[in-house]
């Protein structure tokens, strides 16, 4: 585990926060109303920043620097989702100053470039300041969502997947010098890729779009040689790292039914392809990270200055291990049926979205009460 040299109180609010959006989205989706827009431009950029606000400063080894800049941050966000939820639609303005203040947090606690995994996280927060940078000149929309899909969510996911897998599962990660190639496979892709649907050329985003999967691959490969060593103290795997395996699986599923999309222009199934990577990929690896970060910093801050004064609950007696079992076992079965029969059956999935939505309320409010941890006693 790496030790955190200090704390963002923001960073457990806003992955609870996130998870709130996440469910009021798919009461969107089951309503009828846009729930791709909520998704996009305000759930995932609200949980990625603020895992990043405590992860980029603590993967460098360094205390957080002018953490004052995380409530503007909060402030500029609000801002944000009142104007979505009164349009409903985003302030070009305001939305460009909120991922360009995402990104000046990140140049300012860069200690080095030394790290793919940073870069990965800085590039990430480059995109996201270029999506907004887009929005204000009313660029295409799909070209928009991209930007910050691919260019923002993927970057940042495919550092953190370097950083997060050899870590839970205490294992040593293999062929270290693949991220480096995952890294300049992905974002030589992006450029070509976005240019391709800014002027609709759906040949040029497919064959872009291989890049990215490869990038992906290249990941998996590398998870896979890392687990394979089998020297990790744990027996079995770590339940976080469940989850990120499962996601890859739907990463590399739902990309490739995207870019068969793109380069045969037979646009049936691009529902999967949406849906898929918003509630298949993102929201597992969501679920399967928020479970160890938003535990893990509030025993750190709650119940690490307690040891051997008083008897003290591990991370297990904070959250079930059950929790994400039952997630499992729920809230798959009903998101693979509930995309199955969009295309089939619109009644049926709605019922099972329906479900869906039940599941990830019950683990909402089961991360609830360690979202809001009490300041430290001085």
Same mark, same amino acid.
């Given at each position: 585990m790496i030790r955190p040299a200090s704390f963002v109180r923001l960073t457990s609010i806003y992955i609870f926060l996130s998870l709130i959006l996440i469910d009021l989205s798919l009461l969107f989706k089951l309503l009828g109303k846009a729930y791709t827009e909520l998704l996009i431009f305000i759930a995932f950029p609200l949980l990625i920043m603020g895992t990043l606000f405590q992860m980029y400063p603590t993967l460098q080894g360094i205390a957080i620097r002018w953490e004052w800049l995380t409530y503007i941050h909060l402030a500029l966000f609000l801002t944000n989702l009142f104007s979505f939820f009164v349009k409903p639609a985003s302030s070009p303005y305001f939305y460009f100053l909120f991922a360009l203040l995402s990104l000046a947090f990140l140049? =300012?606690?860069?200690? $080095?470039?030394r790290d793919p995994s940073v870069v990965f996280f800085l590039l990430g927060g480059v995109y996201f300041a270029l999506s907004g940078f887009f929005m204000l000149m009313d660029l295409n929309?799909?070209?928009?969502?991209?930007?910050?899909?691919?260019?923002?969510?993927?970057? #940042?996911? %495919? @550092?953190?997947?370097?950083v997060f897998v050899p870590m839970l599962q205490v294992e040593e990660l293999k062929h270290p010098k693949a991220r480096w190639i995952s890294?300049? %496979?992905? /974002? %030589? $892709?992006?450029?070509p890729f976005l240019y391709g649907w800014h002027v609709g050329n759906m040949k040029l985003v497919a064959y872009s779009g291989l890049f990215v999967l490869l990038s992906f691959f290249l990941l998996a490969f590398v998870v896979y040689q890392s687990l394979l060593q089998k020297k990790s103290p744990l027996k079995g795997l770590d339940p976080s790292v469940r989850y990120l395996i499962?996601?890859?699986?739907?990463? #590399?599923?739902?990309? $490739? =039914?995207?870019? *068969?999309?793109?380069? *045969?222009?037979?646009? @049936?199934?691009?529902? !999967?392809?949406?849906?898929?990577? &918003?509630?298949?990929?993102?929201l597992f690896i969501t679920i399967g990270a928020s479970?160890?970060?938003?535990?893990? %910093?509030? !025993?750190?801050?709650?119940?690490?200055?307690? =040891? @051997?004064?008083?008897?003290?609950?591990?991370?297990?007696?904070? =959250?079930?291990?059950?929790?994400?079992?039952?997630?499992?076992?729920? @809230?798959?079965? *009903?998101?693979?049926?509930?995309?199955? /029969?969009? /295309?089939?059956?619109?009644? &049926? $999935?709605s019922i099972f979205y329906a479900l869906f939505l039940l599941v990830n309320i019950y683990y909402s409010l089961r991360i609830l009460p360690l979202a809001f941890f009490p300041p430290p006693k001085t």
């Open positions: 140049l =300012i606690n860069t200690k $080095s470039l929309l799909l070209m928009i969502k991209h930007t910050l899909t691919a260019g923002f969510f993927l970057n #940042v996911i %495919l @550092g953190a997947y370097y890294l300049i %496979l992905h /974002n %030589l $892709s992006i450029p499962l996601g890859l699986f739907m990463a #590399v599923f739902f990309l $490739s =039914i995207g870019i *068969s999309t793109a380069g *045969s222009g037979n646009y @049936g199934f691009i529902g !999967w392809h949406r849906d898929g990577m &918003l509630y298949g990929f993102l479970y160890h970060i938003v535990p893990f %910093l509030y !025993w750190w801050r709650v119940y690490a200055p307690k =040891i @051997g004064k008083e008897k003290i609950p591990t991370l297990k007696e904070l =959250i079930n291990p059950e929790v994400l079992k039952f997630y499992l076992f729920a @809230g798959l079965p *009903s998101f693979v049926l509930a995309l199955l /029969n969009e /295309n089939f059956n619109p009644t &049926l $999935s």
